[in-house]
């Protein structure tokens, strides 16, 4: 299977309504193309598989939450998809919470406007710490999702450090072991 790219400001009818807007409002969206895919290929390694793409091209998000003092404090962690998340140490540390777990799908999906397995760091809610791993910015064209499983964003991995709000954390990705 291929994959046809296409400027993503040209097609913001292939990405989820909060990305769109996202997209509408970044200096950076010109450099973001947008290909449509299979809906049940969207897993990263289903993805990969069909489409003949690097497992190190691709950038999951992944949602955490935790709580101090009553206080919900939530994080959308971007890591490449070789690695999974730090989330029982780094980000446990970096939101100052006791404990943190990845955030429940249906609260992330409604929070975020976002489909699950689709769930992408363009676009999320303001008030979300975007926690984004230093290897991701090496990425040359950094595979993200759009906020729907029937596409995907192509961009140099450097601009997700440009986002809104966007912190960059050193080994945020741990090596995914098994």
């Known amino acids: ?8 400001l040209d097609r913001l009818d292939l990405v989820a309504a909060p990305v769109a807007t996202a997209l509408r409002g970044w200096p ?9 895919i299979d809906p049940s290929l969207a897993d990263t390694a289903a993805m990969t598989e069909a ?16 709580k101090r003092s009553g ?12 690695t999974k998340a730090d989330v029982n140490n780094l980000v446990k540390r970096t939101l100052d919470v006791r404990k943190c777990s990845f955030h ?4 992330a999906v409604d929070e975020t406007g976002m489909e699950y397995g ?3 760091p363009i676009g999320l809610p303001v008030e979300w710490r975007l926690l984004v791993d230093t290897r991701v910015l090496e990425i040359e064209r950094a595979i993200i999702g759009t906020g729907v499983r029937r596409s995907k964003l ?18 945020l990705g741990r090596a995914a072991v098994g």
């Open 154 to 171: 192509f961009l140099p991995g450097r601009l997700l450090a440009e986002l809104p709000g966007a912190e960059v954390i050193d080994d």
């Open 28 to 36: 950076h969206a010109g450099e973001v193309l947008v290909a449509e």
């Open 71 to 82: 206080e919900e404090r939530l994080a959308a962690c971007v890591v490449r998809a070789d």
């Open 104 to 107: 429940p799908m249906e609260r």
């Open 118 to 120: 689709g769930i992408t």
């Open 51 to 66: 489409y003949g793409t690097d497992l190190t091209d691709s950038a999951n998000c992944v949602v955490i939450s935790g």
């Open 1 to 8: 299977m291929s994959l046809d790219y296409l400027p993503a």
